[in-house]
């Protein structure tokens, strides 16, 4: 049910009026007033909460990427540290009683972490061959059959 009002409006606000109500070809102002009350009103429906939740974590995940990248590296290298220890540790208990603990770098040192190094290599190479091996199957399935000239039969 429609009620009547009155409203003072400057003269800005009427040419919006009444440019809104040209080009939407409603018939008064009033409708043209009641369409933008609506759309404001259908605005502040939409959910807006998790768009902008997924914008800020988009604004944060580049902010940190560059340090999550260094903790990232850096756990890397203690895991890499972790297994170069162990492997020394492992091959000085298995072969003698220890009395004494030897802080310098050792030829034993040096060639554990060339090992480490290796084996790190080694994984790399293998993950990147079967990466290739899967693409290269993948692109032989969609491969078209093609039929050499020779063995085309034309008919004249």
């Known amino acids: 049910m429609k009620k009547r009002k009155e409203f ?3 003269e ?3 040419n919006i009026l009444k440019q809104y ?3 939407r ?5 009033t409708e043209a007033l009641t369409e933008i009350v609506d759309e404001h ?3 502040n429906d939409i959910d ?3 768009i902008v939740i997924k914008e800020i974590a988009k604004q944060v995940a580049g902010e940190l ?3 999550l990248t260094r903790i990232r590296l850096g756990a890397n290298n203690a895991d890499r540290n972790s297994d170069i220890i162990i492997m020394l540790l492992n091959t000085m208990l298995g072969y003698q009683p220890l009395s004494t603990l030897i802080t310098e770098e050792t030829p034993q040192l040096i060639k554990a972490r060339q090992i480490e190094k290796d084996r790190i290599a080694n994984f ?3 993950k990147l061959d079967r990466e290739r091996k899967d693409k290269e199957e993948k692109d032989l399935s969609y491969q078209e059959t093609t039929i050499p000239e020779d063995d085309l039969i034309l008919s004249e």
């Open 8 to 10: 003072l409006l400057n």
């Open 12 to 14: 800005s606000t009427i």
């Open 21 to 23: 109500q040209d080009e």
């Open 25 to 29: 070809h409603l018939r008064t102002m």
């Open 41 to 43: 009103r259908h605005r």
């Open 48 to 50: 807006t909460t998790g």
């Open 65 to 67: 990427s560059d340090v």
């Open 124 to 126: 790399r190479q293998r």
